[in-house]
C-alpha cells in the first residue's frame, strides 16, 4: 500500500475477537446486512428550515459515529494482520442526472459538523456533472462507503460483492424518507463484515446514528 495514514496493528494475543475474526475471514468468510427504518422526525424538520443541507449533515454523523468505534475502522494491512485506522473518512456517491451515473468522491471527515459540511457541500457541486468514478484519483484507503437512494424508500437492501471478503469496511446505504403516523422514517442499510463486527456492533452503530442525527436536530434548533 505505500504510504499509510495512521493505524496501529491490532495485538492478536490480547484481542478477545481473535478467534472471532479468523474463523469469519479464512474458515468460513461472511459479511451480513441489516436494513431498518430510524424514525428522523425532528431531523427533517430542523432540517428543513436550516440552510444547512440533509445529505451532508447525515454524511458527518455517520462519519462521527464509525469514527467512535474500532470495529468499524479495520482492514487487513501487508502482513495479513488486523489493524485499526486513526480516522476513516467517507467516500459518498454523487447522482448526474443528465447521464443517469454517479461519481464517488471522499471528504475528509472533521469533527465540527459545519466546517464537515462547507467541505462536503463543495465537493457535491463540483462534482455533479462528473463524467468519472473517481473524479478526485483513487480515493486513501481509510474510506468507507455511504450512498444513497433518494428516489426509494426501501425496507431491504442488499450487496453482494465477489471476492470482497477481506473488505472490513462497513458500507451504509440511505433511502428517501417514508412519513408514516405523523413521523419520517429513514431506511437504512447496513452491510458489515462478521469478521470485525457482530449484531451488537450493527445494533449499536445504527442506534449511535439516531441519536447523532438528533444531536444535529438540537445543535440546529439552538442556532448552530
Given at each position: 500500500m505505500g504510504l499509510m495514514p495512521g493505524h496501529r496493528p491490532v495485538v492478536l494475543d490480547t484481542w478477545p475477537r481473535r478467534p472471532h475474526f479468523e474463523?469469519?475471514?479464512?474458515?468460513?468468510?461472511c459479511t451480513f446486512s441489516l436494513t431498518v427504518e430510524l424514525d428522523v422526525t425532528d431531523f427533517a424538520a430542523a432540517l428543513a428550515d436550516s440552510p444547512?443541507?440533509?445529505?451532508p449533515a447525515q454524511i458527518w454523523a455517520l462519519a462521527t459515529v464509525v469514527n467512535r468505534h474500532e470495529e468499524f475502522r479495520m482492514f487487513v494491512d501487508d502482513d495479513d494482520t488486523p489493524a485499526v485506522w486513526d480516522v476513516v473518512h467517507p467516500s459518498l456517491t454523487v447522482f448526474n442526472p443528465e447521464r443517469?451515473?454517479?461519481a464517488s468522491v471522499w471528504v475528509p471527515y472533521a469533527t465540527d459538523l459545519c466546517a464537515f459540511h462547507r467541505a462536503a457541500a463543495d465537493l457535491l457541486t463540483t462534482h455533479r456533472s462528473a463524467t468519472e468514478l473517481f473524479p478526485q484519483g483513487d480515493p486513501p484507503p481509510n474510506t468507507f462507503d455511504v450512498s444513497s437512494l433518494p428516489w426509494t424508500s426501501f425496507t431491504g437492501f442488499t450487496l453482494d460483492i465477489r471476492d470482497g471478503h477481506s473488505h472490513l469496511a462497513p458500507i451504509i446505504t440511505l433511502g428517501r424518507?417514508?412519513?408514516?403516523?405523523?413521523?419520517?422514517?429513514?431506511?437504512?442499510?447496513?452491510q458489515v463484515?462478521?469478521?470485525?463486527?457482530d449484531g451488537?456492533?450493527?445494533s449499536r452503530?445504527?442506534?449511535?446514528?439516531?441519536?447523532?442525527l438528533a444531536d444535529v436536530a438540537a445543535f440546529v434548533r439552538h442556532g448552530g
Open positions: 474463523h469469519y475471514l479464512r474458515q468460513v468468510p444547512l443541507k440533509t445529505y443517469e451515473t454517479f424518507y417514508a412519513r408514516r403516523d405523523g413521523r419520517t422514517l429513514m431506511p437504512v442499510a447496513l463484515h462478521h469478521a470485525v463486527a451488537f456492533h450493527a452503530l445504527l442506534a449511535d446514528f439516531a441519536r447523532e
